[in-house]
């Protein structure tokens, strides 16, 4: 808008208002922050910009937000108010500019009234650095960003061909290559012996790691299968620690797969318990260890839910057991096999389908019907 008396136009003035939801779920996200920018330019022969001023909100539990009209708090001689745009920002979610979309051109859907905010779940493959330059985050929504910055340095060290962590203090010119990229171990947290204590089992078990998701620095998942044994005998369990997107991504990957299980406190204060036909499952978080898990165990091995939570309890106990430990570099393939990793050979335990948080939707089901862990 170029006249100065139109300065008081409402499509730029406000108020504004909508609601932000789950692109998957279509359910509302709560708790989001959103910031609005007013952006003015100052001149008349020479134009150039001349500041801006913000609004900061959340939303509230129905995914609702509004803002209201500016103060027009920023003045000028020859000042125009020339745009306005929203950003919106979840931890655990790709942003929301109103004025760009993250794949690249301009948004032209945003609406000033009822305006409807679809946010994605992060995704492992997404990159911090993108994000950030993305967002072009208002001052006021930088402490809310402030955790991705460590993240967007680790992402750009390796696209420049670092390998899972900073380089080495001093390395430089003539030093040795980056650390090989490194696999959080979880194997530890709950031994066969511990089980044993627990279930009275005396048969052997194959510890394997769950071939449904790649291992990452973040992510391991644990099969305790009973050799000898149908599945309802097995166990299993997957670890996430400081996910890249933080812990409410593991949240919604844990109540996806527990169903409509409310939460309780049996262990943390954010603890699923769930009982179904030939398993009994658990899930956790820790927020403040960055933690989260989930176990299922046959209902052969454990008689009842308790015997799980009694197990579940133990893992808990033990997260000082985690470690990091390098990847294992993939074997070549011969001649006629597969590139690509088939997995450990023999059953998949149940809940094999159970995504990183911010992929795929997760089944329900857990394997139940077949007794499965």
């Known amino acids: ?57 959340t939303t509230d539990q129905a995914g609702r937000y509004r803002i209201p009209p500016t103060k027009l708090g920023v003045r000028a001689s020859a000042l125009r108010l020339v745009s306005f745009h929203i950003v919106v920002y979840k931890r655990g979610y790709l942003g929301y500019r109103s004025d760009a979309r993250a794949e690249g051109g301009p948004r032209t859907d945003f609406a000033v009234r009822h305006n409807r905010v679809e946010l994605r779940k992060w995704r492992e493959n997404d990159s911090h650095a993108e994000h950030l330059l993305f967002l072009a985050a208002p001052k006021v929504l930088r402490k809310s960003t402030l955790w991705e910055q460590d993240l967007a340095n680790l992402d750009l060290f390796r696209q420049h061909g670092g390998a ?31 089980v044993r204590t627990r279930t009275n089992y005396s048969e052997p078990f194959l510890v394997e790691d769950l071939p449904d998701l790649a291992r990452t620095d973040f992510y391991h998942g644990v099969h305790l299968r009973a050799q000898g044994r149908e599945e309802p005998w097995d166990i299993a369990y997957r670890v996430w620690r400081a996910p890249p997107g933080g812990m409410d991504p593991v949240v919604a990957t844990i109540q996806e797969t527990m169903g409509s299980v409310k939460p309780s406190a049996e262990i943390t204060p954010e603890t699923w318990l769930l009982s179904a036909e030939g398993v009994h499952a658990v ?46 570099k993939p074997a070549p393939a011969k001649p006629g096999e597969p590139l690509a990793p088939q997995g450990p050979a023999g059953r998949t335990p149940a809940g094999a389908a159970t995504p990183t948080p911010g992929t795929a939707k997760t089944p329900t089901g857990t394997g139940a019907k077949r007794g499965r862990p």
């Open 164 to 194: 899972g962590g900073p380089a080495a203090p001093g390395a430089g010119a003539g030093s040795a290559g980056p650390a090989d990229a490194l696999w959080l171990d979880a194997t530890a947290v709950l031994t066969p012996d511990e």
């Open 283 to 328: 899930a956790f978080v820790d927020r403040e260890q960055q933690v989260g898990v989930l176990l299922s165990c046959g209902d052969e091995q454990c008689v009842d839910l308790e015997t799980a939570i009694i197990l579940a309890k133990s893992l808990y106990r033990n997260l000082d057991r985690l470690k990091a430990v390098p990847a294992a």
């Open 1 to 57: 808008m170029g006249a100065r008396d139109q300065i008081t136009d409402a499509t730029l003035v406000g108020p504004f208002d909508g609601q932000v939801v789950d692109v998957a779920t279509g359910e509302p996200v709560g708790d989001a922050v959103v910031v609005g920018v007013w952006a003015y330019d100052r001149g008349d022969g020479f134009i150039g910009p001349y500041g801006s001023e913000t609004y900061n909100t």
